[in-house]
C-alpha cells in the first residue's frame, strides 16, 4: 500500500501533479526547492498509485537514514487531493517503522485519527497594513517608532549581496555547533537567495549590520526562514524594526508566518505583533532513541 522510492525512481510529473492537485499546502514540497536544500538525500513515500505522497530527506549514519529536515525546511508531510487522517497515520507508521528519525514535520492540514506530538507556530493573515499594526502590542507600537535616532542612523537595505552578509551569519547565527556546519547552511542560503526562493533584507545601526533577515516566498505566504540579530545590539528595537518593515511592504498581500517556536521568549516575541498560533504534527526522537533504532535496523538488515 505504501512504499519508499529513491531520488532516482521517482516519476517527478506525478509527483508535481499530486502537489499541484493536494488540499493541503505544499509550499517545501517542490523538487526545485528540496533539491537545493537536501541534494539528492531525499526521496518519497507513495501510497497506492500516486494517490497520496510524503517527501521525506534524510542523513545516513553506518549505512542507515536518519530522517530529519532539511535546513529551512518549515513543513513536509502528507500531500493528497484530499486529507485522509488514517492514511496520514499509516505514512507516519510506515516512517516510524522503517527508519531512524530525528525530527519529521508534517504540515498542518494533516490530521491524525489519535492526538500526536504537536509543534506551534505563528502566523499574521494578509491584511491593509495600517489594520495589523493596530493588532500590535502597546510595546510593540512603541519599539517600532521611527524616532530621531532611528531616522538618522537606521537603514533599511532591500536586496542584500550575500557576499557582503557572510560574515555577520557566521559570527551571529545561532543554534549550529560549529562553524563548519554554519558554512554548510550558508552556502544554501546564499543559493535560495540566488535562486529567488529567499528574498533578503538587512538593517543596519550607524553603518553596522545589526539584522539580517530573509524569507521563503510561497504562494500565499511569506516565511520567516532567517532572522539573525547582532550580539550586542547597540539599539534594542532594531529587531522589532526589522520585522515591521517586512510587514509594511508585504502583508497586504501575503500571510506572514514566523516559523514558530516552542521557546517563550521568541513565542513571545511573535505574539507581540498580533501573530495567531497554529498547531502542525511532527515526530521528534531524542539521540538513545535514534541509536536504538539504528542498532534495531542495522540488526534487521544484517539478518
Not at 549550529?176 to 547552511?185: D, E, M
Not at 528574498?199 to 539580517?212: D, I, P, T, W
Not at 517556536?261 to 498560533?277: L, M
Not at 541509536?291 to 538488515?301: H, P
Request: net charge positive.
Amino acid at each position: 500500500m505504501i512504499r519508499r522510492l529513491k531520488y532516482n525512481e521517482i516519476d517527478f510529473v506525478r509527483y508535481q501533479k499530486v502537489l499541484s492537485e493536494a488540499c493541503q499546502v505544499d509550499d517545501f514540497a517542490s523538487r526545485e526547492f528540496m533539491d537545493i536544500v537536501a541534494g539528492k538525500n531525499w526521496g518519497i513515500l507513495v501510497y497506492r498509485d500516486y494517490e497520496a505522497v510524503m517527501p521525506i530527506a534524510w542523513s545516513s549514519n553506518f549505512g542507515i537514514k536518519i530522517i530529519q529536515m532539511p535546513p529551512l525546511c518549515h513543513q513536509l508531510g502528507v500531500f493528497s487531493e484530499e486529507d485522509n487522517p488514517q492514511v496520514n497515520q499509516d505514512f507516519s507508521n510506515f516512517l516510524k517503522k522503517n527508519f531512524a528519525i530525528s525530527y519529521y514535520a508534517f504540515n498542518k492540514d494533516n490530521a491524525f485519527p489519535t492526538g500526536s506530538r504537536n509543534k506551534k507556530s505563528y502566523v499574521i493573515l494578509k491584511d491593509r497594513y495600517e489594520d495589523v499594526k493596530k493588532k500590535y502590542h502597546v510595546h510593540r507600537r512603541r519599539n517600532i517608532r521611527h524616532t530621531e535616532d532611528i531616522k538618522g542612523n537606521a537603514e533599511f537595505i532591500s536586496n542584500v549581496n550575500p557576499d557582503e552578509i557572510e560574515d555577520f551569519f557566521l559570527e551571529n547565527a545561532r543554534g549550529l555547533p560549529s562553524r563548519s556546519l554554519k558554512k554548510v547552511y550558508w552556502k544554501i542560503v546564499s543559493r535560495l537567495i540566488e535562486t529567488g526562493f529567499l528574498e533578503a533584507f538587512a538593517v543596519k545601526y550607524k553603518g553596522n549590520l545589526h539584522s539580517f533577515v530573509a524569507t521563503f516566498n510561497a504562494g500565499q505566504t511569506d516565511y520567516l526562514s532567517i532572522f539573525i540579530n547582532a550580539s550586542q545590539l547597540e539599539n534594542k528595537n532594531i529587531p522589532s524594526l526589522a520585522i515591521d518593515y517586512k510587514l509594511q511592504h508585504a502583508i497586504e498581500h501575503k500571510n506572514f508566518d514566523f516559523m514558530g517556536s516552542n521557546v517563550p521568549n521568541v513565542a513571545s516575541f511573535n505574539e507581540r505583533f498580533g501573530a495567531q498560533p497554529y498547531f502542525f504534527s511532527v515526530l521528534n526522537y531524542q539521540k538513545l532513541n535514534i541509536i536504538s533504532k539504528i542498532i534495531k535496523l542495522a540488526f534487521t538488515k544484517n539478518r
